[in-house]
Structures are given as structure tokens and as C-alpha cells.
């Protein structure tokens, strides 16, 4: 917002000179933010999955599978949280904690980009301690061949 004000208003330079560390904080989120992870898009691609490979533990479900016309450079994941887990905020929680632990997971487990994931979301989830799913979900993948 304050580079959009400051293009139209001319005063690209002085930005420079006044805001310095705003530019760098701006440089390193985006560095931060890019993720190889992928969503599944399409309908036909969900039910392609389910009909696949699955593994399950206390947390999550998880199946997997090749597909065709997938990006071999990304990791196709999707996380589902049903509505009998809560109300919206609740389930976006479940969703912001898998996302987090698949950023970790793809930087520390050897993840296959083989295979697409479709993730399901457990009540367990809830209650449970982040560390505690991490270390579940960390075991579950590394398994996954």
C-alpha cells in the first residue's frame, strides 16, 4: 500500500531513503512465502485419489496415488476438513497447521513428487499438541514410497 502510494505520488527515491527496512522485511516474506506445494484443483482428481492407496493413523487420513497431467516439480496436496470437525474457524485452524507441517515436512522428509496427496482431517486434531501431529504426520510420509 505504501509502495503503491509512493509510485503514484513520484517519490519512488525518497521511499528508499525513508524506508529501508520496510523493502528488506517485503524482500524476505516473499522469499519466505514460496512454496513448492500445489492444490488439487479438480473434482475428477479427488475421486481419482480416493479410489488410490491409503494410510491412516489418529490424525489424518491420507490417501495417495500417481496421477496423470501432473506437475512433476510441485507437490500436489489437498487437506478436506469435514464440517462435523466445527465451525469454520475451527477447520481453517486444522487446515493452517497441516499446511505448516507439509512446508516443514517437504524441506525435511523425503516427500515422493511422484504422487498426489489428499489429505482428510481426524477430531482428534483439535485437541491435540502441534508437536505431537507433526511427529505423527513426519512418520506417515516418510513411509510413503
Do not use: H, W
Given at each position: 500500500?505504501?509502495?503503491?502510494?509512493?509510485?503514484?505520488?513520484?517519490?519512488?527515491?525518497?521511499?528508499?531513503?525513508?524506508?529501508?527496512r520496510l523493502l528488506?522485511?517485503?524482500?524476505?516474506?516473499?522469499?519466505?512465502?514460496?512454496?513448492?506445494?500445489?492444490?488439487l484443483s479438480k473434482?475428477?482428481?479427488?475421486?481419482?485419489?480416493?479410489?488410490?492407496?491409503?494410510?491412516?493413523?489418529?490424525?489424518?487420513?491420507?490417501?495417495?496415488?500417481?496421477?496423470?497431467?501432473?506437475?512433476?516439480?510441485?507437490?500436489?496436496?489437498?487437506?478436506?476438513?469435514?464440517?462435523?470437525?466445527?465451525?469454520?474457524?475451527?477447520?481453517?485452524?486444522?487446515?493452517?497447521?497441516?499446511?505448516?507441517?507439509?512446508?516443514?515436512?517437504?524441506?525435511?522428509?523425503?516427500?515422493?513428487?511422484?504422487?498426489?496427496?489428499?489429505?482428510?482431517?481426524?477430531?482428534?486434531?483439535?485437541?491435540?499438541?502441534?508437536?505431537?501431529?507433526?511427529?505423527?504426520?513426519?512418520?506417515?510420509?516418510?513411509?510413503?514410497?
Amino acid at each position: 500500500m505504501v509502495e503503491s502510494f509512493l509510485k503514484e505520488e513520484g517519490l519512488v527515491r525518497e521511499k528508499i531513503l525513508q524506508f529501508p527496512r520496510l523493502l528488506k522485511r517485503k524482500e524476505n516474506k516473499i522469499l519466505t512465502m514460496k512454496s513448492k506445494i500445489l492444490a488439487l484443483s479438480k473434482n475428477e482428481e479427488f475421486k481419482d485419489l480416493l479410489k488410490k492407496k491409503k494410510k491412516s493413523n489418529k490424525y489424518v487420513t491420507i490417501f495417495f496415488g500417481q496421477l496423470d497431467k501432473k506437475n512433476q516439480k510441485k507437490l500436489n496436496i489437498s487437506f478436506v476438513t469435514k464440517k462435523k470437525l466445527g465451525n469454520a474457524v475451527k477447520r481453517n485452524k486444522i487446515k493452517r497447521r497441516l499446511r505448516n507441517i507439509m512446508n516443514d515436512a517437504f524441506k525435511k522428509v523425503s516427500i515422493s513428487l511422484n504422487y498426489s496427496y489428499l489429505v482428510i482431517a481426524k477430531p482428534t486434531m483439535l485437541n491435540s499438541e502441534f508437536k505431537d501431529i507433526k511427529e505423527t504426520l513426519f512418520q506417515e510420509f516418510s513411509k510413503i514410497k
